[in-house]
């Protein structure tokens, strides 16, 4: 009898440290439609990737270097992927076409409501970054700042559907969870 009761109150327990565990994880993921970021990038696909002359240089490093990244640090990553792109990459375009730029502003707007998502997170500690995190985003700026600024912004501009891609993939196996 005590060794049923012991089991039971086991098996409890870690049910509640299981569900405490992932829980945080599942309130930081970004409710949001990413349909309408991914149209917005496609319509502007082909013009930004025309003006890219540095064909065999990569800033997002390689989609491996994502991949790579634990489940755990998915919330820092995308939270500081996303400061990237609006507080750099955006802001150092210098885009012409005023369709484009259109576009562009759609999709920095999306992700600055995804980024106040997230940052109520890092406010309740629920995003934390761990060095292989912190060092993941510091080899994209390492990148970024190897080029010229209007080459890297165009460049990163044009590989914005590997970050589009992860943030999809990440989001819907958390979803799934």
């Known amino acids: 009898m005590k060794v049923q009761r012991v089991s039971l109150w086991l098996l409890g327990a870690m049910l509640i440290l299981c569900s405490v565990r992932t829980h945080p994880l599942r309130r930081c993921w970004i409710s949001m439609d990413m349909r309408h970021v991914e149209e917005s990038f496609q319509e502007i696909k082909r013009a930004i990737q025309t003006r890219d002359n540095f064909h065999n240089v990569t ?8 991949q790579s990244i634990k489940p755990l640090d998915v919330c820092c990553v995308t939270k500081n992927l996303l400061a990237f792109y609006v507080d750099r990459v955006f802001k150092d375009h210098q885009e012409p076409n005023p369709q484009i730029l259109r576009k562009i502003s759609s999709i920095a ?8 998502t997230l940052q109520q997170c890092q406010v309740q500690r629920q995003c934390r970054c761990s060095q292989e995190a912190t060092n993941a985003t510091k080899i994209i700026h390492d990148n970024y700042d190897q080029l010229e600024v209007q080459s890297a912004a165009i460049k990163s501009l ?12 990440n989001h819907q196996e958390t979803s799934a969870a």
């Open 109 to 116: 707007n999306s992700f600055l409501y995804m980024q106040r």
């Open 59 to 66: 800033i997002l490093s390689t989609l491996g270097a994502l």
């Open 158 to 169: 044009g590989e914005l559907n590997v970050f589009l891609a992860w943030i999809d993939k």
